[in-house]
């Protein structure tokens, strides 16, 4: 007749096999004690946590408060901001400079003779590197290694490159102004030049002589009513151009200034620095995990090995 299988004869059976389930599972985290220690490699963390700034501030009409605004400038970015600035992070640009840079292929021991070994090293550069958005909407922009000095130089390396990159795409909208600017200012400077050599022709040619008069107006005298006429139009395109030019090279003056500037478009709230205690692997874990594996597996396997023992007595 079949045995009836049920909790009790499992528990029965864990019984039985009670001791060498015991001496598998000491001898496992004893096992995985010494491979964690000798075997597995020690990580550590290092990380930076960073806002970014409303690249705003820097323009010339808020230096020189040449518009009006209702509104305080915030000097903090918005959440776009610092999407932008997550994604430019976590960017195919920014990892392959980091990889370069510090010669990753070499430190994660890739051997550039074997296939596919620059996938090779972004899949293990990806799993120890994280850029993400925090519950504070700030950015932390993380690095796990072996070495904690390495680890600490590539994050404030990501940090740096990555406020280039993000404001590199304003100051060259600003540079290519400036030098639009630069341009119209060079034209505006041929027009006065031009209408100064005409009056200066007119006034030869017809003996016209110019005086001051009520403040703010000049008075125009010569031997030809037509050219004191004309001599009168030229002057006043003229100093409307000198205006023109005045006002130009004033915004050419500011835009300078907002160029130089070139302040961060990052505000750094905690630099990364080298860790002085592993992360991980987290022995006690790596130990506690291996032995509750091995006791599970050692039980369905007593049960197993009394099933086929049940099995071959009725066969």
Known sequence: MDKEFNLVTAVRIVLKWKKPILILIVVSGIAAGLFSVFVMDEYFLSWSTIYPTNQYVNDRNVIFNSMSSSGQVEYFGSKGDVNRVITIANSEPIIDYIIDSFKLVDHYKIDRKTAYWKT??????????????????????????TDPKLASDMVNAVVDKVDEENKSHVNETKKNLYNLISAQITEQQKNVNGYADTLSILSAQYKIKVSAGAPGTVIVDGNDARAVQQ????????????????????????????????????????????ADRREKPVRSLVVIITMLLTGFISVIGVLLIEQMKDLKAQL
């Open 120 to 145: 090779k090293v972004r899949k293990k550069f990806d799993k120890n590197y994280e850029a993400i958005k925090t519950e504070h909407d700030a950015i932390q922009i993380s690095m796990f290694d």
């Open 231 to 274: 001599y009168k139009a030229l002057l006043a395109k003229q100093e409307n151009a000198e205006k023109e030019l005045n006002n130009r090279s004033n915004i050419q003056q500011q835009m300078e200034v907002a160029l130089k500037s070139n302040s961060s478009s990052l505000f750094i709230v905690e630099k990364a620095t080298p």
